[in-house]
């Protein structure tokens, strides 16, 4: 089901299962051809050898990508063809492909399928475009790194479904199809089986390919990669933990604040200082309510808060089930996630569970920022 409705979100890419490395590379690669081999640090030797060996015929050239990306262009000219290991080496080897319009094969070894799919550079070339491999080889016996975080990644298709079923009850209705099957996909795994993990990797892919949307939980995930890049593992599932439990409350417990205004204007200037997201980007994220906007919110937030308030325990029962497969690769407490929800109405046009919990006057400035806020202006 995942493998077919991936199918034609992947244009020219193809996702391949590979067990003889040496028979793909000699039927793909032209004879004569000069083959770079690009790597992160960490990786496994005995897989770096088994490539290495693999694309012997070829002549190849490594490379380990470390903090930067600069040693790719000292590569030869008539390097045409570039092969990627490790979900780390994945996006320099396609920033090498895209500006040398070169064949790039990707070799995740984690069941991660964002690096193949971000549709821009990272660091110190973020914001390039760039093109996604066209071949992306995936062996079970490889894709045994950050499992866990992969699971909770692609779990997070569970909760931007959720987020468009409560923008629904205000806006036009949007596909979940997808976001469903990824969320489905990943529940039903487990991760010491390499055709599962294998599995995952189609999953994330699908879920990677499908997001027409900012979503608030995906801000909030790149928000803590980029304060807490030590704790990346857990970010995921703690993003996933929290959502889900504030969702609850809100449609179970919480009352609007009558005539409650947010302060947009301090709370976006907030969002851009503390993200580094241009304010005029995340402006287009804000939509001001009239009044009469205001009260019909809340008459239909009344009106379908115990119909949503069930749908958010069935994501906790979702996330439970994750947490069996997540813990069970070693994984530990979550992460600290309250100035990222706080933060994350700005990073999403929908009206999702934290935009409403700042239109109905419901959220409460994390400690520390309001701290920081009272040193900059006593009064």
């Known amino acids: 089901m995942v493998e077919q409705q991936l199918l034609p979100l992947l244009g020219d890419t193809q996702i391949l299962r590979v067990q003889d490395f040496s028979s793909f590379f000699a039927s793909e690669f032209p004879a004569g051809s000069r083959v770079a081999l690009l790597f992160a640090e960490g990786e496994r030797p005995a897989v770096r050898n088994h490539l290495f060996s693999a694309l012997s015929p070829f002549s190849p050239l490594c490379a380990e990508v470390g903090r930067g990306a600069m040693g790719l262009f000292s590569l030869p ?40 799919f971000a549709k821009t550079a990272p660091p110190p070339f973020a914001g390039y475009p760039l093109r996604p491999p066209q071949k992306i080889l995936l062996s079970g016996n490889f894709l045994q790194t950050d ?25 036009e209705r949007q596909p979940l199809a997808a976001l469903e099957s990824a969320a489905q996909s990943a ?8 055709e599962d993990r294998e599995q995952l990797f189609f999953a994330s892919a699908l879920f990677s390919l ?17 304060r807490m890049p030590q704790n990346a593992a857990k970010l995921a599932y703690s993003v996933l933990k929290t959502c889900a439990e504030r969702e609850l409350f809100l449609f179970e417990k919480a009352q609007p604040r009558p005539f409650f205004v947010p302060d947009y204007a301090a709370r976006l200037r907030l969002c851009a200082e503390r993200t580094g997201i241009a304010y005029k ?13 205001s009260f019909e919110r809340v008459r239909i937030f009344q009106q379908s808060r115990r119909r949503m308030a069930d749908s958010a325990r069935l994501l906790g029962e979702y996330i439970q089930k994750i947490a069996r497969s997540y813990f069970a690769e070693g994984e530990s407490a979550r992460a600290d996630t309250d100035e990222a929800y706080y933060l994350s109405p700005e990073l999403t046009p929908l009206l999702s569970a934290p935009v409403l919990e700042r239109e109905f006057g419901l959220l409460c400035s994390p400690a520390h920022m309001s701290a920081a806020a009272k040193e900059k202006d006593p009064a």
């Open 281 to 293: 980007k995340l402006f287009a994220n804000v939509r001001v309510p009239s009044g009469e906007e």
């Open 187 to 194: 529940a039903s795994l487990s991760l010491s089986a390499g």
């Open 210 to 226: 499908s997001r027409t949307q900012e979503f608030a939980c995906m801000g909030m995930v790149q928000f803590l990669q980029s």
């Open 147 to 171: 499992c866990a975080a992969a699971l909770a990644q692609t779990a997070l298709s569970a909760l931007c479904a959720e987020e468009l079923r409560v923008h629904a009850l205000f806006a």
């Open 77 to 116: 000219d008539d390097v045409r063809a570039v092969v990627a290991l490790g979900n780390r080496a994945i996006p320099a080897a396609r920033f090498f492909a895209t500006l040398r319009n070169a064949e790039c094969a990707a070799v995740p070894t984690s069941p991660s399928a964002e690096e193949c």
